[in-house]
């Protein structure tokens, strides 16, 4: 352990660099393989203890402001990132059938698994939104879409 201190605390001004920016170039790899935001905050605290080496700064210290650069980056730009980065869902046309009103043409019965209904001209397998029996015949109102199969409910 102390041989392995002694060998960082001995590195020069060019040592230093080489090790922040080789850390920094390995956290540029592996951001750009991965699919999620890893590394990129461990980039922004080598580039910080870079900053750091420069207004001469100690090895120690420059650990320290990559810690905490690292960590103050991960704790308030990562949910603004992830946020922004999120795909965002795209609707269909599939979802412009939510809000229209059909007809029943076989009885919604959850329990039994049954239930067809009629919407903008097409036939559907169906569900009731809240569990209740819906008898042939009746007006719906599409609620949710969920693969082939509506969630609907009794028009009121």
């Known amino acids: 352990m102390e041989q392995t201190l002694q060998f960082f605390q001995e590195l020069t001004l060019t040592g230093n660099l080489i090790f922040w920016m080789v850390l920094a170039i390995a956290f540029i790899l592996v951001e750009a393989v991965s699919v999620v935001l890893v590394a990129v905050w461990f980039l922004f605290g080598a580039l910080a203890a870079i900053v750091a080496l420069f207004c001469g700064a100690s090895l120690l210290t420059q650990a320290i402001i990559f810690v905490v650069v690292s960590a103050v980056t991960f704790i308030f730009v990562r949910p603004i990132a992830v946020k922004l980065c999120r795909a965002q869902e795209t609707p269909t046309n599939v979802d412009t059938i939510v809000g229209m009103e059909g007809m029943v043409l076989e009885t919604v019965?959850?329990?039994?698994?049954?239930?067809?209904?009629?919407?903008?001209?097409?036939?559907?397998?169906?569900?009731?939104?809240?569990?209740?029996?819906?008898p042939k015949e009746t007006i719906i109102v599409v609620k949710k879409v969920e693969g082939v199969t509506l969630t609907v409910a009794s028009r009121v």
């Open 109 to 134: 019965d959850n329990l039994c698994g049954s239930g067809r209904v009629k919407v903008n001209g097409l036939d559907w397998s169906a569900k009731s939104e809240n569990g209740l029996i819906i």
